[in-house]
Antibody, heavy 118, light 110 residues
Framework: EVQLVESGGGLVQPGGSLRLSCAAS????????MNWVRQAPGKGLEWVSY????????YYADSVKGRFTISRDNAKNSLYLQMNSLRAEDTAVYYC???????????WGQGTLVTVSS | QSALTQPASVSGSPGQSITISCTGT?????????VSWYQQHPGKAPKLMIF???KRPSGVSNRFSGSKSGNTASLTISGLQAEDEADYYC??????????FGGGTKLTVL
């Protein structure tokens, strides 16, 4: 079965940076669009960013635009999220999610917790 | 963009049916038949239950069904079972090539 495993979360001070990774396996990673979705503690899901299968097309939620950068390495079957200028409101579990062409998320990782606090 | 509007909570007894609504705008739910629904148990990752308004992935019970009218999508769960107790989120593709989620609905099976 498809596997997505996030890593890289942790505690970071406001204004700091963190890089999340998502290791994909058991499917042809280079054929799929990917996304990051986050969930603040006790809150709902929030879409963060999208990247096309080749990496040539990228979109961001307004809340992270200019601070976060999504990327991928198809040779390494990996998805990344570089997070800069982190704020307390970025505290959340970050999920990577595979996107089907019909605009839905069919597989999700287990998530990695990012805590922004001094 | 604001989150899609879902009721905070719904409840039902085993065997009953419940419906969760998801209201958006003409820029998201009303403009695209690209609404999906996700089930999330505490501490777990979301699980896809419905895509493209009313399609079920393989392995999802036919007790789950979806529909849409105008700017409002709905998820119906029939024959409620204890294991259906979870949080449910709707999601719509939106103009500007973004996705927007609902605020989530906590389903309690009495």
């Amino acid at each position: 079965e498809v596997q997505l495993v996030e890593s890289g979360g942790g505690l970071v001070q406001p204004g700091g940076s963190l890089r999340l990774s998502c290791a994909a396996s058991r499917f042809t990673f280079s054929s799929y669009e990917m996304n990051w979705v986050r969930q603040a503690p006790g809150k709902g899901l929030e879409w963060v960013s999208y990247i096309s299968s080749s990496g040539s097309t990228i979109y961001y939620a307004d809340s992270v635009k200019g601070r976060f950068t999504i990327s991928r390495d198809n040779a390494k079957n990996s998805l990344y999220l570089q997070m800069n200028s982190l704020r307390a409101e970025d505290t959340a579990v970050y999920y990577c999610a595979r996107q089907e062409v019909e605009y839905y998320f069919d597989y999700w990782g287990q998530g990695t917790l990012v805590t922004v606090s001094s | 963009q604001s989150a899609l509007t879902q009721p905070a909570s719904v409840s039902g007894s085993p065997g009953q049916s419940i419906t969760i609504s998801c209201t958006g705008t003409s820029s998201d739910v009303g403009n695209y038949d690209l609404v999906s629904w996700y089930q999330q148990h505490p501490g777990k990752a979301p699980k896809l239950m419905i895509f493209e308004v009313n399609k079920r992935p393989s392995g999802v019970s036919n007790r789950f069904s979806g529909s849409k009218s105008g700017n409002t999508a709905s998820l119906t769960i029939s024959g409620l079972q204890a294991e259906d107790e979870a949080d449910y989120y709707c999601c719509s593709y939106a103009s500007g090539s973004t996705f927007i989620f609902g605020g989530g609905t906590k389903l309690t099976v009495l």
